[in-house]
């Protein structure tokens, strides 16, 4: 196939490029730096404008990851302005290239992430839910899949991947937060009893592969483990991997007073139930945390 990617020098464009170059796909990956993505992306031709792409080729598929980091910082209005440009103007100028194809490509997955229900509290949580639409996190991502669905207009499927923290020793949630649980300096967030919903890294790799090949699979799926943990549960579980205490809790009070609305990123969650993607047959590697962290940590 020959795919188009964005955000594929990130974590998972990266595990994807490497995944997809072994299988002998044609990739393109749409970069600031194109330069510098033959040598992240396993040999991808980078380019620094779509309009480099037309008149060649039809496309296959597209996948758009491509977002600043959400996590990183304070939601001040400055980031806020960044993180809308950086997933919703991006898709907006994407799908209209998409439009402009003679023949455009059969398939769009596009990213999302498991904040679109925002902050779910108790209550289990499937694609059919609604959107929380409560913080700006569940407003951008609504606006995002909004953007990628109108690309159906000139037939193309579409399918949303709404993410949970991917979880990867060398990038994301889990490297952060190996240095300090080493340490046994680790503890639960806040009452540690909201839900946190995680898939390891090569079930991502694997749920992107899946979608794109199966004809059918069109609309959000959920890209998380079948087993819902509580943060208490995740952090003594990682602790535990690591034969280390988890005894230093961080109060939910510093962490609102540290990060602003950023906050519902950590004390906030969604009790996720995978039934799109379970239903679309896709089977994973490592559904237990346990069996999972133990995995990622033996890779170091």
């Known amino acids: 196939?020959?795919?188009?990617?964005?955000?594929?020098?990130?974590?998972?464009?990266?595990?994807?490029?490497?995944?997809?170059?072994?299988?002998?796909?044609?990739?393109?990956?749409?970069?600031?730096?194109?330069?510098?993505?033959?040598?992240?992306?396993?040999?991808?031709?980078?380019?620094?404008?779509?309009?480099?792409?037309?008149?060649?080729?039809?496309?296959?598929?597209?996948?758009?990851?491509?977002?600043?980091?959400?996590?990183?910082?304070?939601?001040?209005?400055?980031?806020?302005?960044?993180?809308?440009?950086?997933?919703?103007?991006?898709?907006?100028?994407?799908?209209?290239?998409?439009?402009?194809?003679?023949?455009?490509?059969?398939?769009?997955?596009?990213?999302?992430?498991?904040?679109?229900?925002?902050?779910?509290?108790?209550?289990?949580?499937?694609?059919?839910?609604?959107?929380?639409?409560?913080?700006?996190?569940?407003?951008?991502?609504?606006?995002?899949?909004?953007?990628?669905?109108?690309?159906?207009?000139?037939?193309?499927?579409?399918?949303?991947?709404?993410?949970?923290?991917?979880l990867a020793p060398q990038g994301g949630m889990l490297a952060r937060l190996l240095p300090p649980f080493r340490l046994g300096l680790g503890g639960r967030l806040g009452s540690g009893q909201q839900w946190m919903p995680w898939i390891h890294l090569d079930d991502q790799v694997a749920l992107i592969d899946h979608l794109l090949q199966h004809q059918d699979a069109s609309g959000p799926f959920n890209a998380c483990a079948p087993e819902a943990v509580r943060n208490a549960d995740f952090t003594q579980t990682l602790a535990h991997t690591l034969h280390r205490p988890a005894i230093l809790p961080a109060p939910a009070w510093a962490l609102r007073l540290a990060l602003g609305e950023m906050s519902v990123l950590l004390l906030g969650g969604q009790r996720l139930v995978p039934r799109r993607t379970q239903e679309a047959g896709f089977s994973w590697r490592h559904p237990l945390l346990p069996a999972a962290l133990e995995h990622l940590i033996q890779k170091q």
């Open 1 to 166: 196939m020959r795919i188009l990617l964005t955000g594929g020098t990130g974590l998972i464009g990266r595990a994807l490029c490497q995944h997809w170059s072994q299988q002998g796909h044609a990739l393109y990956v749409w970069s600031r730096s194109p330069q510098q993505v033959p040598a992240l992306c396993g040999g991808a031709r980078g380019i620094a404008q779509l309009q480099e792409l037309d008149g060649g080729p039809p496309l296959d598929a597209v996948v758009n990851l491509a977002g600043a980091p959400i996590a990183d910082r304070p939601w001040t209005q400055a980031r806020q302005a960044l993180l809308w440009r950086s997933r919703v103007g991006l898709t907006r100028s994407l799908v209209d290239w998409i439009g402009r194809q003679p023949v455009p490509p059969r398939v769009l997955l596009s990213g999302s992430a498991v904040g679109w229900y925002g902050d779910g509290g108790q209550q289990w949580l499937s694609e059919d839910n609604a959107p929380g639409n409560t913080d700006f996190g569940s407003r951008l991502c609504v606006a995002w899949e909004q953007e990628a669905e109108r690309a159906r207009q000139w037939g193309v499927r579409v399918a949303l991947l709404r993410t949970a923290p991917v």
